[in-house]
């Protein structure tokens, strides 16, 4: 069973940096290695429509970013310990959401993975 968890959230003053992670588990029952699966970062505020922050394609060639956050949020993906990563620079009040991690399929496979979310909060 995939599972997607991840970690880094937390309160912190505008200006700042975090760095999230993702680690997912379970793929070996799948039949799909963490490599063949792009992946993506979503936030999302209560009452609004979750929001794309970053996407990666399993050999980490090509990166997508929403406009919101380019040039201060960077994703990477580490395939030898199954984990993705946003790293999040100049953190701005309007960044505050829950941030989730996504597994999306490819080549043939229409399976998709959410994770539960981390709270980051952008606050004075």
């Known amino acids: 069973q995939v599972q997607l968890v991840e970690s880094g959230g937390g309160l912190v003053q505008p200006g700042s940096s975090l760095l999230l992670s993702c680690a997912a588990s379970g793929f070996e029952g799948s039949g799909f290695s963490f490599g063949s699966y792009f992946m993506g970062w979503y936030r999302q505020v209560s009452g609004k429509e979750r929001e794309l922050v970053a996407m990666i394609t399993g050999d980490s060639t090509i990166t997508t970013y929403g406009d919101s956050v380019k040039g201060r949020f960077t994703v990477s993906r580490d395939n030898g310990k199954n984990t993705v990563y946003l790293q999040m620079n100049s953190l701005r009040p309007e960044d505050t959401a829950v941030y989730l991690c996504?597994?999306?399929?490819?080549?043939?496979?229409?399976?998709?993975?959410w994770g539960q979310g981390t709270q980051v909060t952008v606050s004075s």
């Open positions: 996504h597994a999306q399929g490819t080549w043939g496979n229409p399976s998709a993975y």
